[in-house]
T-cell receptor, first 114, second 111 residues
């Protein structure tokens, strides 16, 4: 069985400071991992994905995530937050053999203060 | 432009009145899904389809039906909607690297 846990439901940062959104996963197989972003009243957009290539994955808008198998983590980071980063972020896992089946985390709402 | 479209975007209806939410993708993807999004629960898969005429239940299929007669279209049908189906619904299609492309969402209210 696979699952994903987003450790924080809300994260608040000041503009220009680093962002860290935490995600732990559980998977019986080599997982594929994704981060999606959802801006208010919008659909979900893919930020980045890990599919067993490089463990440090770079995505759009300056975000990146590092796959750490020993810690079963896939935390999302950005060096400097921008006001436009305020949104909800979802960590998603799929297993290695049924990669069309995705399991979504419950989401982390990121607030960015000026 | 590659996209997934859904209609309607907003719908208010009454209990028991059948409705259909349409979904269409122009990327020739085989795999499509429907999700519902509720506060604190993230996205939960309702139904999915691996290809034309091939559909299967996701995690929360009760009260929903789907069909896949053409590759591009994957409508969601609520035969007898109930208030607990009030939610935000997303259609998605899966690309070749397993990334999902989401539609803009349909906000459904059942009174």
């Amino acid at each position: 069985a696979q699952s994903v846990t987003q450790l924080d439901s809300h994260v608040s940062v000041s503009e220009g400071t680093p962002v860290l959104l935490r995600c732990n996963y559980s998977s019986s197989y080599s997982p594929s991992l994704f981060w999606y972003v959802q801006h208010p009243n919008k659909g979900l957009q893919l930020l980045l994905k890990y599919t067993s290539a490089a463990t440090l994955v770079k995505g759009i808008n300056g975000f990146e995530a590092e796959f750490k198998k020993s810690e079963t983590s896939f935390h999302l980071t950005k060096p400097s937050a921008h006001m436009s980063d305020a949104a909800e972020y979802f960590c998603v896992v799929s297993n290695g053999w049924d990669t069309d089946k995705l399991i979504f985390g419950t989401g982390t709402r990121l607030q960015v203060f000026p | 432009e590659a996209q997934v479209t859904q209609n309607p975007r907003y719908l208010i209806t009454v209990t028991g009145k059948k409705l259909t939410v349409t979904c269409s993708q122009n990327m020739n993807h085989e795999y499509m899904s429907w999700y519902r999004q509720d506060p604190g629960l993230g996205l939960r898969q309702i139904y999915y389809s691996m290809n034309v005429e091939v559909t299967d239940k996701g995690d929360v299929p009760e009260g929903y039906k789907v069909s896949r007669k053409e590759k591009r279209n994957f409508p969601l049908i609520l035969e007898s909607p109930s208030p607990n189906q009030t939610s935000l619904y997303f259609c998605a299609s899966t690309g070749p690297s397993y990334e999902q492309y989401f539609g803009p969402g349909t906000r459904l209210t059942v009174t």
